[in-house]
């Protein structure tokens, strides 16, 4: 098996694999190092507070996975159960929250706080609260480093043998008929087809029924830059990419960049050591604590999909008038922009992910479109993914509400808590 992509989503998809006994895995990177995507560009951020049940589901199991995971997977993750704490400032605000707030007690979490705006100042003194008429908050809501919890993943995997070919790029994905693949997928190359082919069928599934048609096309391999990689299966784990990727196999995938913009300021006291994730409704404008600086950040209606990783001076002005409006000592904030950076959302047409196989390509598996998503969600979508390559269910979620096949059949999930 092949995936194309070793971001924290590609190394969780290897992890959830190696542990249910699958370690004949390829993980392909055309980076020279892991993370230089959007997994190291990520504001670190997991929470439970979404829309949507399929999300908080996600969330919900995730972030119970970050707590352990230094345990479970033997190495840190850093996570930092701070909260986040949404401040609504008009009276449709307070309907959504208390919608959501329902809507996430009924699946299990059961510690989202109604806080009050006198609560809310005793969090962050320093917060305008004079048009704040309540919020939310959640305590185990936080933050993760996303670059120790992708390697975490990636060494746990390795330890149980799956490789790691780093400044390698895949060139093409080699689709044949599906009589043709039967018979000469895993005749050549590294990695030879297993037991795992047969597990593309749903080991309940009608055998007669599940096998490709003779039109069906299928997976046979991989070209690469260190040469072709016989295999049954590969998953697209390419983030931003995700859409060209698909496109070696000709196969569609509603994924664009969307590029999004953080601001550190140097170190700056004026507000507490600890407070959680603040999010401003009015404006979206949201920030937390990162080591001695603020860690701000904010949504920018302007910007436009495309492939754009360099930093807009320009930002540094919008975000800081959004800043020092709702928290005025974030005026004096010292920011230097060359410690600014920018990164890539991977946005599908309803801000959720899309999970599953190619519904014209046998073999090929998506896990893509996270939309932001993708750090605080990266351990539920690398267990659906791994369920769905060796069962072809996942107990987590019904996994078919995430299939790319929602998009033609006009059965979107939109997600409005997108930050």
């Known amino acids: 098996m092949v995936i194309i992509g070793s971001g924290i989503v590609g190394s969780s998809v290897a992890y959830h694999l190696a542990q249910a006994g699958c370690t004949n895995v390829l993980v392909v990177e055309r980076e020279a190092h892991q993370g230089k995507g959007s997994t190291g560009k990520s504001m670190g951020g ?3 507070q979404f829309s949507t049940p399929v999300n908080i589901q996600m969330s919900r199991y995730s972030i119970d996975f970050f707590s352990k995971f230094d345990e479970v997977v033997g190495h840190p993750a850093d996570y930092r159960p701070h909260g986040y704490l949404f401040c609504a400032t008009n009276e449709r605000h307070l309907n959504y929250l208390r919608a959501n707030r329902e809507r996430q007690i009924g699946l299990g979490v059961t510690n989202v706080e109604w806080v009050t705006p006198e609560e809310i ?8 609260i004079d048009d704040i008429l309540g919020g939310t908050f959640c305590s185990t809501d936080g933050f ?4 120790s919890v992708m390697m975490g993943f990636m060494l746990n995997a390795r330890e149980r043998g799956v490789r790691l070919w780093l400044d390698t790029q895949v060139t ?3 689709v044949e008929a599906g009589s043709n693949a039967n018979a000469s997928a895993g005749s050549a190359g590294i990695l030879p087809a297993d037991r795992l082919a047969a597990a593309l069928v749903p080991p309940n599934a009608d055998r007669v029924s599940a096998l490709p048609a003779l039109a069906a096309r299928r997976v046979s391999g991989v070209q ?3 040469g072709f990689v016989s295999t049954r299966v590969v998953v697209n784990a390419a983030g931003p990419w995700a859409a060209e990727v698909a496109k070696m196999a000709d196969a569609e995938l509603p994924v664009e960049p969307l590029r999004r913009q953080l601001v550190p300021t140097e170190p700056f006291d004026q507000l507490p050591k600890r407070f959680p994730m603040v999010i401003d409704m009015s404006t979206g404008f949201h920030f937390r604590r990162e080591g001695k600086g603020i860690l701000l950040a904010w949504n920018d209606p302007e910007e436009t999909p495309g492939f754009k990783t360099e930093f807009d001076p320009t930002f540094v002005e919008k975000i800081l008038t959004h800043a020092a409006s709702r928290v005025p000592v974030l005026a004096e904030a010292e ?6 950076w920018a990164g890539l959302y991977e946005m599908t047409p309803d801000h959720h992910a899309i999970i599953g196989p190619s519904p014209n390509v046998k073999g090929l598996y998506f896990v893509n479109g996270f939309s932001g998503h993708g750090v605080m969600h990266s351990p539920a979508s690398g267990r659906i993914a791994a ?5 072809g269910h996942s107990d987590l979620i019904d996994a078919t509400q995430l299939s790319v096949g929602r998009f033609k059949e006009g059965k979107l999930l939109e997600e409005t808590a997108v930050l």
């Open 224 to 226: 690469t830059t260190r």
């Open 172 to 174: 093409e994905i080699q």
């Open 121 to 128: 100042a005793k969090m962050v003194p320093q917060l305008r």
């Open 46 to 48: 997991v929470r439970a």
């Open 335 to 340: 920011v230097n922009p060359r410690r600014a």
């Open 387 to 391: 369920d769905l390559i060796l069962h």
């Open 144 to 147: 993760v480093d996303p670059h």
